[in-house]
Protein backbone atom coordinates (compact mmCIF):
# COMPACT_ATOMS: atom_id res chain seq x y z
CA UNK A 1 0.00 0.00 0.00
CA UNK A 2 2.57 2.76 1.44
CA UNK A 3 4.54 1.50 -1.98
CA UNK A 4 2.03 1.86 -4.28
CA UNK A 5 1.58 5.43 -3.32
CA UNK A 6 4.84 6.05 -3.48
CA UNK A 7 4.82 4.69 -7.16
CA UNK A 8 2.02 7.28 -7.84
CA UNK A 9 3.96 10.26 -6.44
CA UNK A 10 7.10 9.29 -8.76
CA UNK A 11 5.28 7.84 -12.41
CA UNK A 12 1.86 9.44 -12.17
CA UNK A 13 3.19 12.52 -14.00
CA UNK A 14 1.96 14.52 -10.36
CA UNK A 15 5.59 16.23 -10.64
CA UNK A 16 5.91 17.88 -13.57
CA UNK A 17 8.85 18.01 -15.97
CA UNK A 18 10.35 20.88 -14.68
CA UNK A 19 10.12 19.44 -11.13
CA UNK A 20 7.12 21.26 -9.55
CA UNK A 21 4.16 19.25 -8.23
CA UNK A 22 0.97 19.72 -9.27
CA UNK A 23 -1.71 20.68 -6.80
CA UNK A 24 -3.98 17.43 -7.53
CA UNK A 25 -4.93 15.50 -10.74
CA UNK A 26 -8.73 15.88 -11.87
CA UNK A 27 -10.11 12.50 -12.64
CA UNK A 28 -13.28 14.28 -13.96
CA UNK A 29 -11.35 16.38 -16.55
CA UNK A 30 -7.75 13.71 -17.14
CA UNK A 31 -5.53 16.78 -16.38
CA UNK A 32 -3.19 18.37 -13.40
CA UNK A 33 -4.04 20.94 -11.75
CA UNK A 34 -1.36 23.82 -12.29
CA UNK A 35 2.18 23.29 -9.74
CA UNK A 36 1.47 24.58 -7.05
CA UNK A 37 4.38 25.79 -4.57
CA UNK A 38 3.31 24.25 -1.19
CA UNK A 39 2.96 21.07 -2.67
CA UNK A 40 5.73 20.88 -4.46
CA UNK A 41 7.47 22.46 -0.83
CA UNK A 42 5.47 18.73 0.79
CA UNK A 43 6.57 16.69 -1.72
CA UNK A 44 10.44 17.65 -1.26
CA UNK A 45 9.78 16.12 2.17
CA UNK A 46 7.85 13.09 1.17
CA UNK A 47 10.30 12.20 -1.48
CA UNK A 48 13.22 12.58 0.71
CA UNK A 49 11.20 10.34 3.26
CA UNK A 50 10.44 8.12 0.98
CA UNK A 51 14.17 7.71 -0.11
CA UNK A 52 13.49 8.68 -3.94
CA UNK A 53 16.50 11.66 -3.63
CA UNK A 54 16.34 12.77 -7.16
CA UNK A 55 13.11 13.71 -7.49
CA UNK A 56 13.36 15.82 -4.07
CA UNK A 57 16.30 17.87 -5.85
CA UNK A 58 14.27 18.33 -8.86
CA UNK A 59 11.36 19.62 -6.82
CA UNK A 60 13.80 21.67 -4.47
CA UNK A 61 15.50 23.21 -7.47
CA UNK A 62 12.00 24.34 -9.19
CA UNK A 63 11.50 26.30 -5.58
CA UNK A 64 14.63 27.65 -5.71
CA UNK A 65 15.00 28.72 -8.96
CA UNK A 66 12.44 28.81 -10.58
CA UNK A 67 9.64 29.60 -8.20
CA UNK A 68 11.59 32.07 -6.07
CA UNK A 69 11.99 35.55 -7.59
CA UNK A 70 14.15 36.91 -4.74
CA UNK A 71 11.29 38.40 -2.85
CA UNK A 72 8.51 36.51 -3.00
CA UNK A 73 6.86 32.80 -3.20
CA UNK A 74 3.70 32.52 -5.24
CA UNK A 75 1.06 30.39 -5.04
CA UNK A 76 0.44 28.83 -7.84
CA UNK A 77 2.74 28.56 -11.02
CA UNK A 78 -0.05 30.20 -13.61
CA UNK A 79 -0.90 32.98 -15.69
CA UNK A 80 -4.10 33.28 -13.65
CA UNK A 81 -5.07 35.33 -10.60
CA UNK A 82 -3.99 32.16 -8.19
CA UNK A 83 -0.47 33.03 -9.52
CA UNK A 84 -1.09 36.18 -8.10
CA UNK A 85 -0.56 35.47 -5.03
CA UNK A 86 1.44 33.96 -1.94
CA UNK A 87 0.33 32.76 0.86
CA UNK A 88 1.91 32.73 4.48
CA UNK A 89 1.09 29.10 5.40
CA UNK A 90 2.41 27.91 1.93
CA UNK A 91 5.53 29.42 2.08
CA UNK A 92 6.59 28.14 5.70
CA UNK A 93 6.02 24.43 3.95
CA UNK A 94 7.92 25.85 0.73
CA UNK A 95 10.94 26.91 3.90
CA UNK A 96 11.05 23.28 5.62
CA UNK A 97 11.38 21.40 1.80
CA UNK A 98 14.39 23.71 1.30
CA UNK A 99 16.02 22.49 4.24
CA UNK A 100 14.75 19.35 3.98
CA UNK A 101 16.71 19.39 1.07
CA UNK A 102 19.54 21.36 2.26
CA UNK A 103 20.22 19.10 4.90
CA UNK A 104 19.98 15.66 2.97
CA UNK A 105 22.40 17.16 0.13
CA UNK A 106 24.33 20.11 1.85
CA UNK A 107 23.64 22.63 -0.95
CA UNK A 108 23.79 25.85 0.30
CA UNK A 109 21.49 27.64 -2.10
CA UNK A 110 18.72 26.18 -0.62
CA UNK A 111 19.77 26.99 2.93
CA UNK A 112 19.84 30.53 1.05
CA UNK A 113 16.49 30.94 -0.03
CA UNK A 114 14.99 29.40 2.85
CA UNK A 115 16.29 31.94 5.40
CA UNK A 116 15.46 34.69 2.70
CA UNK A 117 11.63 33.40 2.44
CA UNK A 118 11.87 32.83 6.34
CA UNK A 119 12.67 36.62 6.48
CA UNK A 120 10.15 37.78 3.98
CA UNK A 121 7.31 35.72 6.09
CA UNK A 122 8.23 37.53 9.47
CA UNK A 123 8.16 41.25 7.76
CA UNK A 124 5.70 41.02 4.68
CA UNK A 125 3.15 39.63 6.02
CA UNK A 126 3.09 41.05 9.54
CA UNK A 127 -0.16 42.96 10.66
CA UNK A 128 -0.84 45.94 12.64
CA UNK A 129 -3.14 43.21 14.96
CA UNK A 130 -0.03 41.48 15.93
CA UNK A 131 -0.69 38.10 13.68
CA UNK A 132 -0.03 37.28 10.30
CA UNK A 133 -1.92 38.41 7.04
CA UNK A 134 -3.05 34.86 5.51
CA UNK A 135 -2.41 35.95 1.67
CA UNK A 136 -0.75 38.69 0.15
CA UNK A 137 -1.41 40.08 -3.71
CA UNK A 138 1.55 40.40 -5.66
CA UNK A 139 3.27 42.33 -7.04
CA UNK A 140 2.35 44.92 -4.37
CA UNK A 141 2.52 42.64 -1.40
CA UNK A 142 -0.64 44.13 -0.53
CA UNK A 143 -2.91 42.06 2.16
CA UNK A 144 -5.80 40.49 0.98
CA UNK A 145 -9.61 41.15 2.73
CA UNK A 146 -9.74 38.44 5.61
CA UNK A 147 -12.83 36.18 5.69
CA UNK A 148 -13.57 34.74 8.77
CA UNK A 149 -15.85 31.96 7.14
CA UNK A 150 -12.86 30.55 5.45
CA UNK A 151 -9.81 29.72 7.44
CA UNK A 152 -7.48 29.49 5.07
CA UNK A 153 -8.27 33.16 4.18
CA UNK A 154 -8.02 34.09 8.22
CA UNK A 155 -5.21 34.46 10.79
CA UNK A 156 -5.53 31.41 12.86
CA UNK A 157 -3.81 28.70 14.97
CA UNK A 158 -2.97 26.54 11.71
CA UNK A 159 -0.52 28.89 11.09
CA UNK A 160 1.43 27.25 13.50
CA UNK A 161 2.40 24.70 11.21
CA UNK A 162 4.09 26.95 8.88
CA UNK A 163 5.83 28.66 11.74
CA UNK A 164 7.92 25.64 12.44
CA UNK A 165 9.66 26.73 9.03
CA UNK A 166 11.36 29.35 11.61
CA UNK A 167 11.85 26.74 14.64
CA UNK A 168 14.09 24.99 11.70
CA UNK A 169 15.46 28.02 10.57
CA UNK A 170 16.78 28.50 13.58
CA UNK A 171 18.20 25.27 14.14
CA UNK A 172 20.25 26.00 10.75
CA UNK A 173 21.59 28.95 11.51
CA UNK A 174 21.52 29.95 14.96
CA UNK A 175 19.64 33.31 14.73
CA UNK A 176 17.50 33.84 17.82
CA UNK A 177 14.82 36.03 15.86
CA UNK A 178 13.72 32.90 14.25
CA UNK A 179 13.08 30.82 17.44
CA UNK A 180 11.33 34.19 18.94
CA UNK A 181 8.91 34.37 15.89
CA UNK A 182 8.02 30.93 16.52
CA UNK A 183 7.28 31.25 20.39
CA UNK A 184 4.87 34.59 19.95
CA UNK A 185 2.75 32.48 17.51
CA UNK A 186 3.00 29.78 19.59
CA UNK A 187 1.82 31.78 22.41
CA UNK A 188 -0.74 33.69 20.51
CA UNK A 189 -2.09 29.94 19.35
CA UNK A 190 -2.19 28.50 22.56
CA UNK A 191 -4.61 30.91 23.83
CA UNK A 192 -6.49 31.23 21.15
CA UNK A 193 -6.99 27.78 19.36
CA UNK A 194 -10.11 26.39 21.37
CA UNK A 195 -12.21 28.31 19.33
CA UNK A 196 -11.36 26.96 15.85
CA UNK A 197 -13.21 24.30 16.42
CA UNK A 198 -16.53 23.79 15.38
CA UNK A 199 -15.99 27.20 13.88
CA UNK A 200 -18.67 26.88 11.08
CA UNK A 201 -22.66 25.51 11.03
CA UNK A 202 -21.89 23.60 8.16
CA UNK A 203 -20.87 20.37 9.34
CA UNK A 204 -18.82 20.17 6.01
CA UNK A 205 -16.91 23.27 6.69
CA UNK A 206 -16.34 21.50 9.72
CA UNK A 207 -14.38 18.92 8.43
CA UNK A 208 -12.49 21.11 6.11
CA UNK A 209 -11.45 22.73 9.61
CA UNK A 210 -10.25 19.50 11.10
CA UNK A 211 -7.67 19.05 8.92
CA UNK A 212 -6.57 22.77 9.43
CA UNK A 213 -6.76 22.13 13.55
CA UNK A 214 -4.38 19.44 12.63
CA UNK A 215 -1.97 21.86 11.51
CA UNK A 216 -1.80 23.56 15.32
CA UNK A 217 -1.61 20.07 16.69
CA UNK A 218 1.06 19.61 14.48
CA UNK A 219 3.12 22.87 14.81
CA UNK A 220 3.18 21.88 18.78
CA UNK A 221 5.40 19.07 18.64
CA UNK A 222 9.16 20.93 18.68
CA UNK A 223 7.79 22.29 22.18
CA UNK A 224 5.84 19.66 23.25
CA UNK A 225 8.94 17.17 23.24
CA UNK A 226 11.14 19.60 24.94
CA UNK A 227 13.02 18.54 28.40
CA UNK A 228 10.67 18.33 31.48
CA UNK A 229 10.44 21.58 33.67
CA UNK A 230 9.26 24.14 31.02
CA UNK A 231 5.69 25.61 31.33
CA UNK A 232 5.30 25.90 27.55
CA UNK A 233 6.14 22.47 27.20
CA UNK A 234 3.30 21.17 29.54
CA UNK A 235 0.49 23.68 27.86
CA UNK A 236 1.86 22.50 24.06
CA UNK A 237 0.99 18.79 25.58
CA UNK A 238 -2.34 19.66 27.33
CA UNK A 239 -3.07 21.52 23.84
CA UNK A 240 -1.74 18.09 22.23
CA UNK A 241 -4.06 15.76 24.38
CA UNK A 242 -6.71 18.10 24.03
CA UNK A 243 -6.26 18.64 20.33
CA UNK A 244 -6.92 14.64 19.99
CA UNK A 245 -9.77 14.50 21.76
CA UNK A 246 -11.62 17.27 19.63
CA UNK A 247 -10.66 16.07 16.24
CA UNK A 248 -12.07 12.58 17.43
CA UNK A 249 -15.25 13.64 18.14
CA UNK A 250 -16.13 16.53 15.88
CA UNK A 251 -14.75 13.52 13.14
CA UNK A 252 -17.23 10.97 14.59
CA UNK A 253 -19.93 13.02 13.99
CA UNK A 254 -19.53 14.23 10.33
CA UNK A 255 -17.90 10.96 8.68
CA UNK A 256 -21.62 9.95 7.50
CA UNK A 257 -21.52 13.70 5.60
CA UNK A 258 -18.09 14.08 4.24
CA UNK A 259 -14.55 12.37 4.89
CA UNK A 260 -11.04 13.72 4.18
CA UNK A 261 -8.40 11.04 3.75
CA UNK A 262 -5.87 13.76 5.14
CA UNK A 263 -7.64 14.48 8.09
CA UNK A 264 -7.51 10.48 9.00
CA UNK A 265 -4.20 10.40 8.30
CA UNK A 266 -3.09 13.52 9.99
CA UNK A 267 -5.04 12.41 13.66
CA UNK A 268 -3.13 9.10 13.14
CA UNK A 269 0.32 10.59 12.49
CA UNK A 270 -0.51 12.66 15.75
CA UNK A 271 -1.32 10.04 17.55
CA UNK A 272 1.80 8.01 17.22
CA UNK A 273 3.96 10.79 17.88
CA UNK A 274 2.28 11.65 20.79
CA UNK A 275 2.90 7.72 21.94
CA UNK A 276 6.25 8.32 21.44
CA UNK A 277 6.68 11.28 22.80
CA UNK A 278 5.24 10.03 26.01
CA UNK A 279 2.18 12.19 26.10
CA UNK A 280 -0.60 10.13 25.89
CA UNK A 281 -0.81 6.67 25.11
CA UNK A 282 -1.75 5.26 21.63
CA UNK A 283 -5.02 3.98 21.59
CA UNK A 284 -4.66 1.03 19.50
CA UNK A 285 -8.20 0.53 18.54
CA UNK A 286 -8.76 3.83 17.23
CA UNK A 287 -5.44 3.66 15.04
CA UNK A 288 -6.29 0.35 14.15
CA UNK A 289 -9.96 1.72 12.92
CA UNK A 290 -8.20 4.95 11.26
CA UNK A 291 -5.82 3.17 9.21
CA UNK A 292 -8.10 0.87 7.59
CA UNK A 293 -10.44 3.43 6.57
CA UNK A 294 -7.39 5.46 5.48
CA UNK A 295 -6.55 2.25 3.17
CA UNK A 296 -10.14 2.43 1.74
CA UNK A 297 -9.10 5.79 -0.07
CA UNK A 298 -6.76 4.46 -2.40
CA UNK A 299 -7.19 4.67 -6.14
CA UNK A 300 -7.25 1.56 -8.11
CA UNK A 301 -7.22 1.74 -11.70
CA UNK A 302 -6.06 1.03 -14.85
CA UNK A 303 -4.38 4.32 -15.38
CA UNK A 304 -1.21 4.81 -14.04
CA UNK A 305 -2.15 8.93 -13.25
CA UNK A 306 -4.46 7.21 -10.92
CA UNK A 307 -3.61 4.20 -9.52
CA UNK A 308 -1.51 4.29 -6.03
CA UNK A 309 -2.78 7.71 -4.87
CA UNK A 310 -5.10 8.56 -2.69
CA UNK A 311 -8.80 10.19 -3.06
CA UNK A 312 -8.67 13.70 -1.57
CA UNK A 313 -12.23 12.64 -0.29
CA UNK A 314 -16.21 11.71 -0.36
CA UNK A 315 -19.40 12.66 0.25
CA UNK A 316 -22.11 10.69 1.25
CA UNK A 317 -19.76 7.95 0.12
CA UNK A 318 -19.15 9.12 -3.71
CA UNK A 319 -15.44 10.10 -4.81
CA UNK A 320 -14.87 12.87 -5.57
CA UNK A 321 -12.79 13.58 -8.35
CA UNK A 322 -9.09 14.78 -6.87
CA UNK A 323 -6.41 12.22 -6.45
CA UNK A 324 -4.17 14.55 -4.06
CA UNK A 325 -0.63 14.37 -3.61
CA UNK A 326 -0.17 16.14 -0.14
CA UNK A 327 -3.31 13.44 1.11
CA UNK A 328 -1.14 10.72 -0.67
CA UNK A 329 1.62 11.63 1.08
CA UNK A 330 0.01 12.23 4.34
CA UNK A 331 -1.64 9.15 4.27
CA UNK A 332 1.52 6.87 2.73
CA UNK A 333 3.64 8.73 6.11
CA UNK A 334 0.65 7.96 8.63
CA UNK A 335 0.66 4.51 7.40
CA UNK A 336 4.43 3.72 7.15
CA UNK A 337 4.78 5.17 10.87
CA UNK A 338 1.76 3.04 11.74
CA UNK A 339 3.86 -0.41 10.88
CA UNK A 340 6.94 1.43 12.18
CA UNK A 341 4.83 1.51 15.99
CA UNK A 342 3.30 -1.66 15.26
CA UNK A 343 6.70 -3.57 14.84
CA UNK A 344 8.40 -1.87 17.48
CA UNK A 345 11.26 0.15 15.65
CA UNK A 346 12.88 3.22 16.73
CA UNK A 347 10.60 6.40 16.32
CA UNK A 348 10.54 8.87 14.02
CA UNK A 349 11.66 12.46 14.92
CA UNK A 350 9.19 15.06 14.63
CA UNK A 351 11.42 17.03 11.61
CA UNK A 352 10.49 14.30 9.41
CA UNK A 353 6.74 15.03 9.47
CA UNK A 354 5.57 15.83 5.76
Same mark, same amino acid.
Request: charged residues 20%; aromatic residues 12%.
Given at each position: ? %?????????? $??? *??????V??? =?????????P?????????????????Q???????A????? *????????????????????? =????? /?? %?????????????????? /?????????M????? $? !??? &??????????K???P? #???????????? @?????????E???? !????T????Y?????????????????H?D????? &???????????????????????P??????A?????????S???? @???????? $? #? %???????????? &???????? &???A??????????????????????????????????????? +??????????????R?????????? +? @???
Amino acid at each position: M %VAKACAWIVR $SGI *QEAPGGVARY =YRTDLARNHPISTEITGYAVSAFLFFEQPAHALAAARFLAR *QAWNGHSMPFEMSDGPNGLAT =YFFDC /GI %VVRGLLAAWRATGEEEFL /GVAIALGRAMATDFA $S !TDS &DYHPILELPEKKPVPR #DPLRWSRSAGCY @QLKSALAWWELFEA !TGEATFLERYERLLDNTLRSYASFLPGHSDPLKVV &DRLHAFLYFVEGILPKACEPSGSPTRERCRAALCDGIRRVSGHLA @QTASEFER $S #D %VYAQLMRIRIFA &DWMGIVPL &DEAAARREAAILAGFQAVSDDRRIDGGFHFGRKGGAWLPYVNP +VSTVFAAQALALWQRHREGEAPAGW +V @QLI
